[in-house]
């Protein structure tokens, strides 16, 4: 039976990489980030205390867990994430 995912891994790594900076999008290896938002999205997954309810703000540590696995510094700035310049 195949793994039902929380979410695609594609758009999770769309939407982080809209996060970045120009220069920082830049220097992105785009197929090593979509592996790795894959690799994230299925350690999530197999997470037995997201079985129940997965809800944005989850979703958002997703993000931020693919973020700082890519060598990025992240933070909360007014309860929002935020990437942090290098």
Same mark, same amino acid.
């Given at each position: 039976?195949?793994?039902?995912?929380?979410?695609?891994?594609?758009?999770?790594?769309?939407?982080?990489?809209?996060?970045?900076?120009?220069?920082?999008?830049? /220097?992105?290896?785009?197929?090593?980030?979509?592996?790795?938002?894959?690799?994230?999205?299925? *350690?999530?997954?197999?997470?037995?205390?997201?079985? /129940?309810?997965? /809800?944005?703000?989850?979703?958002?540590?997703?993000? *931020?867990?693919?973020?700082?696995?890519?060598?990025?510094?992240? *933070?909360?700035?007014?309860?929002?994430?935020?990437?942090?310049?290098?």
């Amino acid at each position: 039976m195949a793994q039902q995912l929380l979410t695609n891994p594609i758009r999770l790594a769309d939407r982080a990489l809209k996060m970045l900076s120009t220069e920082q999008a830049a /220097g992105v290896d785009i197929l090593e980030f979509y592996e790795l938002s894959e690799q994230i999205v299925v *350690r999530w997954s197999e997470r037995s205390i997201f079985r /129940g309810e997965f /809800g944005s703000s989850d979703r958002t540590f997703m993000m *931020r867990d693919l973020l700082e696995s890519a060598g990025f510094k992240t *933070r909360f700035v007014n309860h929002r994430l935020a990437v942090m310049a290098s």
